[in-house]
């Protein structure tokens, strides 16, 4: 038996049927979504989409700097001050098309280089407040029109980021393969004796309530499709996956494609803190941003016609030091760059006020200065790209600066 | 010619704390009934096994806590001994481990490769082994929930370059027997040892422009330095700058491994790098500093040792590690009058931590109604306590880590220096459920890993005190017989400690 048949017989056995799971075969055209991607741990922006053409760059950094276009190990050519990390060479065509844009010295008005506290502001949407409990991406979901069904929002990983913390529903599946076994609570026999344990109005039963209904539409998401993938077909053979990443991407694409009915994903990608060896195109930064560029090209050729309407927004909590600390490596910094893929990005652009790398220009005398607020961003993208009311602006990012008046990097 | 000082430890500064002449631990009465025997195991084990309840309670609560609190009066259980001796690579130093690493590292035939994965595994292994057996089968149970707490605090991460092989003498030398001691010596344990030092990149601090700086080290390294205040002692809001973060990080320059040949003052002979500890003055930067409102002369590496003292005896850090131990104890809000009280322990003792615990412990607030079964388990603790309650040890608890990672907490295998979050928020979401649940049903009815066992229903419903939710009741009555088990470990009560 193979394992298309194996999970298509499982699933006919241990749930009831849910009202919200009648669905289309494809997205519709035309349903909009949003893909978050967070790189914890503080990427080097300035490696990522980096200032060749800027006169200082050079000098800041001895051993990381990455030669200019058409040289060994030289960027990709963006703008003829940008260029790409080589290493995310997948990406160009995005870039090319149109659909992949940046904004360069984005970030958080806040202080702190604390990995965790930055994090917490970008995912809470409060910065400098960190007392706000729920996530701007859930509080996103409340801003959908209904109905709000369990895999509305998912979300990669075995916790529950904060930036999907809230009274909304979000489902959860394990990075990785595994995602797709199934489990003993899956049997009809042993669904149901727990189902009667957690019948209840109380958090656990509501989570266990959540969790049925989601593994079961996760399912036909992921068995779906399956034979037309060749990644999938690694995972059946029980081969663990190169690096996880471009495998849950794919993952994603197909359950999304599979599944209008999930408007919002989440994941997270560690290993970004290159406080040593941080290298330049070869080296360990160089090393994490490759399965980055495939994992992200791999989620846009599997949503296939979906990523028209699909708006992709990679971000960090802040950069690092503009100059190379002493061990080839990076420190914690300000500003850095924030990515924006999809069928309705104004793409082939790096956006953003330019603040220079010399001196007198930098955030306290060390870092790239925040040019863009990743409010100011993020905010009136999601709710053009979703067609949210414009009011929702204030309940994503309550207190962003400017609100309305920022540039809107996505079309209707 | 390179010379590396090598340190006397700085525990002959501080004495052991006596414990001889302690006074006996004070309990409100609630804490000396059935039912506060059980809280006091859900709390300062990693939870009841049956019949223990009884036991406790028989013995006095409050005497089997300050038995607790002296873990090395305590008889080691025999089964937790002999499956320790039958780990190979324990007992071996630092230096060893390195060395066969390193050795292995310059093998490059696909032979060597094969056999330094075979032999990171069987490191890695053998240490993560000992971690859960401890927790599983340590008669010193507080002390083992305390080593997981703190090595979590103290967080380094099995995958980042040579630390797999020193992961296990990290918690066996750097944290365990520091737990409930001062918290100077065991922040002192964890500044010097190569897990910690490699992890937090600070063996690679280095002045710049020193005489001792060339390559790759040449020039400071802010990682240690920060965490060393966000993380392990001031906290993120313990009034700190960006400059102190600098100066820190100079005064940790040279502070870091032996990685260089060393020469012998009267003697040819070489001494090859092993990684252990080492100050290396010719990296150090020897400039005054300014740091937190002292001035550090420059000195050397008692620059380190001031720092350190200053930081341990902080009033940020006494309120900043009393919140987190509260936060693990008696609540995810812990209740701000009891971390006030015990951060003026923490003051009051210079960072005793068995006297911060005692506070806590006697503490009406730990004994409260609304802290009993209030603190939702992490994965680790879910799958340990659920073992005890079930009797069941395994005859190889390798199989177990993998469930450990699915649910989100493979043991050493967190990334970020801030360790595992010890919150509900954290760890309850719909996969979470669906994975307890699987893992509630397979031990009920007998199976872990590739092992049978035989589950004993009323034993496990012994652990969980004398009342169940009515839910769980209600569930139990209407179930087949085969799942009554799975649905105890499975249930509301079982989720929380």
């Known amino acids: 038996m193979n394992r298309r048949h194996f999970l298509a017989g499982s699933l006919l056995l241990p749930f009831g049927q849910a009202g919200w799971m009648a669905r289309a075969a494809e997205a519709p055209a035309g349903q909009r979504r949003l893909v978050v991607i967070f790189l914890r741990g503080a990427v080097d922006g300035l490696s990522v989409v980096v200032p060749y053409g800027d006169d200082d760059y050079y000098g800041v950094r001895r051993s990381i700097a990455l030669p200019p276009p058409g040289r060994d190990g030289g960027v990709l050519a963006l703008d003829g001050h940008f260029g790409l990390h080589p290493a995310l060479a997948p990406l160009l065509p995005f870039w090319q098309a149109g659909s992949l844009g940046f904004v360069q010295a984005c970030g958080s008005p806040d202080p702190t280089r604390s990995h965790f506290d930055a994090q917490l502001y970008m995912e809470n949407g409060t910065p400098g407040r960190g007392a706000t409990s729920d996530g701007w991406l859930n509080r996103l979901l409340a801003e959908l029109p209904g109905p709000h069904v369990p895999t509305q929002a998912l979300s990669f990983g075995a916790q529950m980021p904060r930036i999907l913390a809230g009274p909304q529903a979000v489902a959860n599946i394990p990075s990785g393969a595994a995602a797709e076994k199934p489990l003993a609570i899956d049997r009809p026999g042993v669904n149901d004796a727990f189902a009667r344990l957690y019948g209840g109005d109380d958090k656990l039963s509501r989570t266990f309530q959540q969790s049925t209904q989601s593994r079961q539409q996760m399912q036909a998401d992921m068995a779906g499709g399956m034979m037309d993938d060749k990644e999938q077909i690694a995972a059946n053979n029980g081969a663990p996956l190169p690096d996880g990443f471009p495998g849950d991407a794919a993952r994603l694409a197909r359950m999304m494609r ?30 994490r941003l490759k399965p980055l560029g495939e994992g992200l090209s791999k989620l846009v050729t599997g949503l296939g016609p979906a990523f028209q309407d699909t708006l992709i927004i990679v971000m960090s909590e802040f950069g690092r030091t503009v100059h190379e600390n002493g061990n080839g490596g990076t420190d914690h910094g300000h500003g850095t760059v924030l990515w924006l893929l999809g069928g309705t990005v104004v793409g082939g652009k790096v956006h953003g006020a330019w603040p220079g790398l010399a001196a007198n220009r930098l955030y306290q005398q060390r870092d790239l200065a925040v040019t863009s607020d990743f409010r100011d961003v993020i905010g009136p993208a999601a709710i053009r790209h979703l067609r949210l009311p414009g009011g929702a602006a204030a309940t994503l990012f309550p207190n962003a600066p400017n609100g309305g008046g920022a540039p809107v990097l996505v079309r209707a | 010619m390179l010379r590396l000082m090598c340190l006397i430890s700085a525990a002959i500064l501080f004495g052991p704390s006596a414990r001889a002449d302690e006074p006996p631990i004070m309990l409100p ?25 009884a036991e406790v309670h028989d013995q006095g609560v409050d005497r089997w806590i300050a038995a607790q609190l002296s873990p090395g009066a305590i008889a080691e259980s025999p089964a937790l001994t002999e499956a320790l001796t039958n780990l190979p690579t324990l007992a071996d130093s630092n230096a060893q481990l390195y060395r066969k690493e390193a050795m292995l590292r310059r093998d490059k035939s696909d032979d060597g490769k094969e056999e330094r994965q075979a032999f990171a595994k069987a490191v890695a292994g053998d240490a993560m082994t000992a971690h859960f057996d401890r927790a599983l089968l340590s008669n010193r149970q507080l002390q083992e929930v305390l080593t997981n707490f703190w090595f979590n605090h103290f967080n380094v991460f099995l995958g980042k370059g040579f630390d797999h092989v020193w992961i296990g003498n990290y918690e066996n030398e750097a944290i365990r027997p520091y737990v409930l001691g001062k918290f100077r010596l065991l922040l002192e344990a964890t500044a010097r040892h190569p897990a910690m030092l490699f992890y937090l990149d600070n063996w690679q601090n280095t002045a710049p422009g020193s005489r001792g700086a060339k390559g790759k080290e040449d020039g400071l ?195 970020t220096p801030d360790g595992y979050k010890q919150v509900e928020s954290a760890w309850l979401n719909p996969d979470s459920m669906a994975r307890r649940l699987s893992f509630a049903t397979a031990l009920g009815s007998g199976r872990l890993g590739k092992d049978e066992i035989s589950v004993n229903e009323a034993a496990i419903r012994s652990t969980l005190g004398q009342t169940l939710l009515p839910q769980t009741d209600k569930a139990l009555a209407a179930a087949d017989p085969r799942l009554r088990t799975a649905l105890l470990l499975g249930s509301p009560d079982f989720m929380y400690r």
Request: glycine share 10%.
């Open chain 2, 221 to 415: 390294n802010e990682n240690y330095a920060r965490e060393l205040m966000e993380l392990h002692t001031l906290g993120v809001d313990g009034g700190y700058s960006q400059a102190d973060v600098t100066e820190l990080a100079r005064i940790l320059t040279g502070w870091g491994l032996r990685t260089r040949p060393e020469r012998g003052p009267f003697t040819m002979m070489k001494r090859e790098p092993d990684f252990t500890f080492a100050f290396d003055p010719n990296r150090h930067d020897y400039g005054d500093k300014r740091f937190l409102g002292f001035t550090i002369k420059g000195q050397g590496w008692q620059e380190v040792e001031q720092a350190l003292a200053i930081l341990s005896a902080h009033p940020a850090t006494a309120k900043h590690l009393s919140f987190q131990l509260a936060q693990y104890f008696v609540a995810d809000q812990p209740p701000p009058a009891l971390v006030d009280r015990m951060a003026r322990t923490w003051v009051q003792t210079g960072g005793d931590l068995s006297a911060v615990m005692r506070t806590m412990i006697e503490s009406p607030e730990f004994w409260a109604p609304e802290a009993i079964g209030n603190k939702y388990k992490t994965p680790f603790e879910y799958l340990v306590s659920s073992l005890r309650a079930a009797k069941a040890t395994p005859s190889d608890p390798r199989p177990l880590f993998g469930q450990l990672r699915q649910l989100g907490q493979p043991i050493y295998g967190i990334e």
């Open chain 2, 29 to 53: 009465p609630a804490a000396m009934t059935l039912e506060g025997a059980r809280h006091a195991l859900e709390r300062l084990s990693f939870g009841p096994r049956p019949g223990e309840i």
């Open chain 1, 258 to 287: 599979q599944d209008p009915q999930i408007r919002v994903a989440f994941l997270a990608l560690g290993g970004w803190d290159t406080h040593v060896n941080q290298g330049n195109a070869q080296g360990q930064l160089a090393g």
